[in-house]
């Protein structure tokens, strides 16, 4: 037997019993009646009490029985709970998918607040604190939800109403399922005491207990014990059509046309036939019919895969845009039915470079498709006028070249050689020599495309980067190819003289420059990284200090955001897959499109045995029992009992 | 005129307490004494004491002394054998009715106090119509009026009239009033006391005082149904007429089992005690009708016939 509120109990109960207690000694102002003689009634009254002991009781029979439904009432007030299980009380971590496949409406009203449902139940059937009991047998859980981040609802607690309220506000996400970071920091808090720091080992092993359509990303690198997890299978359908990829490009030739991509897919046993609309900035412009063909099995072992379509379509737009792909087909999860792309206006970079004099970067340059390109010297470049170049940047990037110069106006920068002072990235005095490009990231959009295998520099500047700086290509013991942002600028340091290499031999070269200077120029001005996926972050950089504006965007209006000292604006909260907008103070309202485009997370077949690193997790069998039964109602029932025994009681006598 | 009418007129005051009707059927009744007593004139009442009269007794034998003039002179002739015829001697009555006015007898309800009058109005009338002697007595704590020695019918007025001034009220002493009413009785007969005898301080005593050879005592218990019976409900504070005393009960089935347990005992008591005393005990409930009780229940104990 457990109580959930014994002091609400013990305090309704002590006010009201002894309220009645009162109202009993103030109802017993008796009614005066003249008699004859008191004789025959004193002696009655004396053989009474002579002859029944319990006559004090049973004369106030009616107060007893008022009594016991009152304390019956302040009893069930107290919230008796039978607990059927047995054993000490274990610690559990509520792990609650909130992912984009959970957002699937095959189990109304979705997959997650079944899940929620389901999860509530499993709070509410665990053992709380027993108050008037000596041993603590309470169970303790924490809530995670999570999609590709995790987010922890509640720390471990035995609090149920604390439990539940974190459950209820765990909100539905577009990111993927990704179980790792989650199983990680869950084992982490078993780690520690909890709030309730109630002599509870911590080297109690806590429970997973994940509510989920089991389509994880990461299954492979979640590593679980044999009985770490019990897992609670979300979701009935696999029916779903989704958009699975988009871009939207300008044609290199043709600046003012852009070609859309989309791949759609077919999830489902049956071919789907649908619509596919093309929306600009709102407005259908385009709509083809397709027939998508459903899910096939392939390879060895055969797996399924799903029936895909690709479609394309070319749109004449001039200015900046919002275009959305969706289809018509209904399905169970509305989530992926459409995706978003920003197209920038078209625009062509204005390079400057800075040399003494080199041939081969000046002809790369010319190569590359640039608005305007012009050269200086580093002296003329130390003349110009910094502060109208930072009111007004003339150039997108200028590529310094084996120079120093005394300040860097804002613009996005290529730097060859030593690295110029003021960017927080040191050179050693010794140069190094005879250095290999050991390892580079290809992942970059700098890098795309980009082979260094055989790269080789005669010499390079052995520099050091500070923390924030990413490294795209190393030499054996210093980075050389490095990207870092100061004060507003992006660089991208190159620590080797490209004429005392074999780079521009190499066909790579060219590649470098063709993604560095579309890369660099979407790091500054109005090409913006626009185009998200969810739970990447919205960041806008270079802004004036101090700069505030507002967010708007799927399930949100108009959040307030600011730039702060920094001048950047980080909007990590983008776990809903749509067009989000950025108003900031004197500009432009700024679109960026985050889209799910994630197959995985599409295909919304529940699974429902869970392979996790090979160890096999099945689901729960049925639907999860009550574990605890709640006994106010018969005690309330009880005291009606009590109350209609009192009635008629009371009623009996008046009829003597 | 017609007789009814003839009634009503002769007994004006006595009217307002009993039937006329019913007075005419008191007319055959007569007050009886199981013990034949001997009063001072030669009523119309037998007494054991044989001597005058005309009715034969029985036989015994002469010893010197005896009265000649008794001498059966034809067993004499017969027998030769001296015998003395005895007579039963017919002689006069007291009738003493000793009445409860104390506050008890106006509770619970005025049928009570009327029906003790009601009831001494027939009892006197029966004795006063008989001839006999009859004293009338109201008490509290004490004697609280007397009329004493009235015989015949012309006193009939003046019984009604004191009958109907009593008004019952006050603190009783029954002790008290039977030691005065003791006192002053004269010659023999029969003492009939109606009360309720509900007495805190008990009725023993004051009974005890009225038992003698002279007197016969005949205990008349008047109680309303209310007191036998009673239909109270609730939590009541009962407070005494008399001398304010209270009880407080809450009355329950047990309650009340109880209390009439308690009555049906005390009645008992009260009727072993006369019985056991040589006198009679009627229990009259002022839910049976005067007339009842008068011409059947007082008639089977014979106290009238």
Not at chain 1, 24 to 37: G, H, V
Not at chain 1, 489 to 511: K, Q, R
Not at chain 2, 66 to 86: A, C, P
């Amino acid at each position: 037997m457990e109580w959930m509120t014994p002091l609400t109990g013990l305090l309704a109960g002590g006010i009201a019993i002894s309220g009645l207690v009162i109202l009993y000694f103030l109802k017993l102002r008796r009614t005066e009646q003249m008699i004859s003689c008191t004789l025959l009634w004193k002696r009655a009254v004396q053989d009474l009490q002579v002859n029944a002991p319990f006559q004090r009781l049973r004369r106030n029979l009616l107060l007893l029985l008022q009594l016991l439904a009152l304390g019956a009432m302040a009893i069930a007030l107290a919230g008796p709970v039978l607990s059927l299980t047995r054993g000490p009380g274990k610690r559990m971590v509520i792990v609650i998918d909130r992912s984009a496949s959970m957002n699937a409406t095959d189990v109304a009203p979705s997959r997650l607040e079944e899940a929620k449902r389901q999860a509530r139940v499993f709070v509410e059937s665990m053992r709380s604190r027993a108050a008037l009991s000596l041993q603590d047998s309470s169970d303790q859980a924490m809530v995670i939800a999570f999609d590709d981040r995790c987010k922890v609802m509640s720390n471990f607690t035995a609090d149920k109403r604390q439990l539940l309220a974190a459950i209820d506000a765990i909100e539905p996400g577009d990111g993927r399922s990704r179980l790792a970071e989650s199983i990680t920091v869950a084992r982490a808090f078993a780690q520690s005491m909890g709030v309730e720091a109630n002599n509870r080992s911590s080297q109690e092993p806590a429970e997973l207990v994940l509510f989920s359509d089991g389509r994880i990303a990461d299954r492979d690198s979640v590593a679980v014990g044999p009985d770490e997890v019990r897992y609670y299978s979300i979701g009935s359908a696999a029916e779903n059509v989704a958009v699975t990829a988009m871009q939207a490009r300008r044609s290199y030739e043709n600046p003012e046309q852009v070609t859309v991509f989309a791949t759609l897919a077919n999830f489902g046993a049956a071919t789907v036939r649908c619509d596919i609309q093309i929306a600009v900035n709102g407005d259908v412009r385009q709509v083809q019919n397709h027939e998508i063909p459903a899910q096939r099995a392939e390879g060895d072992p055969p797996q399924e895969r799903p029936g895909k379509l690709t479609v394309e379509f070319t749109l004449s737009q001039a200015g900046g845009a919002v275009i959305e792909v969706r289809h018509t087909a209904k399905d169970s999860l509305a989530r992926d039915d459409a995706a978003w792309a920003i197209v920038s206006p078209p625009k062509q970079n204005r390079v400057l470079l800075v040399t003494e004099g080199n041939a081969v970067v000046e002809s790369a340059l010319k190569a590359c498709p640039i608005q305007r390109l012009e050269v200086c010297t580093g002296a003329q470049f130390d003349a110009m006028d910094t502060a109208a170049m930072n009111a007004q940047p003339p150039y997108d990037v200028i590529v310094l070249d084996k120079q120093s110069p005394k300040s860097l106006p804002k613009a996005s920068y290529i730097v060859f050689g030593r690295p110029p002072d003021g960017i927080e990235v040191t050179a050693a005095a010794e140069p190094l020599e005879n250095q290999p490009i050991l390892d580079w990231r290809g992942q970059h959009a700098v890098l795309r495309y980009v082979n260094l295998t055989n790269v080789f520099a005669l010499k390079a500047a052995k520099i050091a980067v500070p923390r924030d700086a990413q490294t795209l290509a190393e030499f054996r013991d210093s980075p050389a190819i490095a990207t870092v942002r100061r004060g507003g600028n992006t660089l991208l340091l190159v620590a080797f003289d490209i004429l005392e290499s074999n780079w521009p031999f190499e066909p790579s070269f060219i590649l470098f420059w063709y993604n560095a200077l579309a890369w660099l120029g979407t790091q500054t001005g109005e090409q913006l990284t626009a185009n998200l996926m969810t739970g990447e972050p919205i960041v806008i950089e270079g802004l004036p200090a101090g700069t505030t504006g507002t967010i708007a965007g799927p399930g949100r209006t108009s959040e307030p955001i600011s730039g702060g000292d920094a001048g950047v604006v980080r909007y990590p909260q983008t776990d809903r897959a749509g067009v989000y907008t950025v108003s900031l103070m004197q500009q432009a309202a700024k679109p960026f499109a985050v889209n799910l485009l994630d197959e995985h997370e599409s295909e919304i077949a529940p699974v429902t045995e869970l392979t996790l690193s090979g160890q096999a997790v099945a689901s729960a069998e049925g639907s999860i029992g009550r574990a605890n039964v709640p006994l106010w109602p018969w005690i309330v029932l009880g005291a009606l009992a009590l109350v209609c025994g009192e009635w008629m009681l009371y009623n009996s006598r008046i009829r003597l | 005129m017609s007789e009814t009418q003839v009634n009503s007129t002769r007994h004006k005051g006595l009217a307002e307490l009993l039937d006329p009707r019913f007075l005419a059927r008191l007319d055959a009744l007569d007050v009886l004494s199981h013990r034949m007593l001997r009063g001072r004139l030669h009523g119309q009442r037998r007494s054991k004491r044989r001597g005058q009269s005309v009715e034969f007794a029985d036989h015994r034998g002469y010893v010197a002394g005896d009265d000649l003039r008794f001498v059966d002179w034809n067993i004499y002739g017969r027998l030769e054998q001296l015998v003395l015829k005895l007579f039963l001697e017919e002689q006069d009555l007291t009738v003493h009715l000793l009445l409860d006015t104390t506050g008890s007898i106006a509770l619970p309800d005025a049928a009570k106090a009327r029906y003790v009058l009601q009831l001494g109005a027939a009892l006197g009338y029966i004795a006063l119509a008989g001839n006999n002697r009859v004293t009338l007595s109201s008490f509290r704590d004490g004697l609280s009026g007397q009329i004493a020695n009235l015989r015949g019918r012309a006193y009939l007025p003046r019984m009604a009239e004191f009958l109907l001034t009593r008004n019952p009220e006050g603190i009783g002493d029954f002790d008290r009033a039977c030691k005065q009413a003791a006192a002053g009785r004269i010659g023999s007969g029969v003492m009939i006391v109606v009360s309720d005898f509900l007495f805190k301080e008990g009725y023993a005593s004051g009974l005890r005082r009225l038992i003698s050879s002279q007197y016969e005592l005949y205990a008349i218990q008047v109680l309303s149904p209310q007191e036998t019976e009673p239909t109270i409900t609730g939590d009541l504070k009962l407070v005494d007429v008399e001398d304010g005393d209270t009880a407080e009960i809450t009355v329950s089935a047990a309650l009340l089992k109880y209390y009439k347990q308690n009555l049906a005992a005390y009645c008992n008591e009260l009727k072993e005690f006369c019985v056991g005393r040589g006198g009679a005990y009627v229990l009259a409930s002022t839910a049976t009708p005067i007339e009842t009780l008068v011409l059947d229940t007082l008639r089977r104990i014979r106290l009238v016939r």
